[in-house]
């Protein structure tokens, strides 16, 4: 059971390039969520979808595009890479724990570089 | 816009210290997580408290859930080196989403 795995580790972009970070999980969970963490500012929702075939926006969803075409799997795109996006990308999955809360379960994270 | 504080930002301390770490919020949440997060790696979960005045012990850690729900604290007893990392508390928002702290950085001094 390898939980949240995320591809690539690392990822240098020049300005107005494009790519995919990957997010994949094998826990059957409903729920997936992409974050970014910069320093002093905790986690911020980027994408989330509540299944497949469902996505909605979070708190700051500019710049990114999200697809959810499997329960597994989950990736984030960059349209055109700028230097505001150099950040710590997170993928999470979570589950229903009760009916007021959700178990959410991070990925190792992909740390982007934007020149 | 819902927003957690948490306080210190950055503590140092020395080995078989207490602490505490506050997270506070002026809103209302159905939940409140604490997670904590090692240097390259993502947050790992450590105990959700769901009602008001609600306390949850693991090992050393003390969770409380404020009264009204709006505000949170973790203490730690007799800290060691092994508890350093970066404390973050959500506040669930009673859909799916959480609301992040800024953190609390810890580092135990052996």
């Known amino acids: 059971n390898a939980g949240v795995t995320q591809t690539p580790k690392f990822q240098v972009l020049k300005t107005g390039q494009s790519m995919t970070l990957q997010c994949a999980q094998d826990?059957?969970?409903?729920?997936m969520s992409w974050y970014r963490q910069d320093p002093g500012m905790g986690l911020r929702l980027i994408h989330y979808s509540v299944g497949a075939g469902i996505t909605d926006q979070g708190e700051v969803p500019n710049g990114y595009n999200v697809s959810r075409s499997t329960t597994e799997d989950f990736p984030l795109r960059l349209l055109s890479a700028a230097p505001s996006q150099t950040s710590v990308y997170f993928c999470a999955s979570s589950y229903s724990a009760s009916g007021s809360s959700y178990e959410q379960y991070f990925g190792p994270g992909t740390r982007l570089t934007v020149t | 816009t819902q927003l957690l504080e948490q306080s210190p930002q950055f503590l140092s301390i020395q080995e078989g210290e207490n602490l505490t770490v506050y997270c506070n919020s002026s809103?209302?949440?159905?939940?409140l997580q604490w997670y904590r997060q090692e240097p390259g790696e993502g947050p790992v979960l450590l105990v959700t408290?769901?009602?008001?005045?609600e306390v949850k012990k693991l090992k050393r850690l003390t969770f409380q859930f404020g009264d009204a729900r709006k505000d949170s604290s973790l203490h730690i007893t007799a800290a060691q080196p092994g508890d350093t990392g970066l404390y973050l508390c959500a506040g669930g928002t009673g859909t799916y989403k959480y609301i992040f702290g800024t953190g609390t950085r810890l580092k135990v001094l052996a």
């Open positions: 809103s209302v949440f159905s939940s």
């Open positions: 826990m059957n969970h409903e729920y």
């Open positions: 408290v769901v009602t008001g005045g």
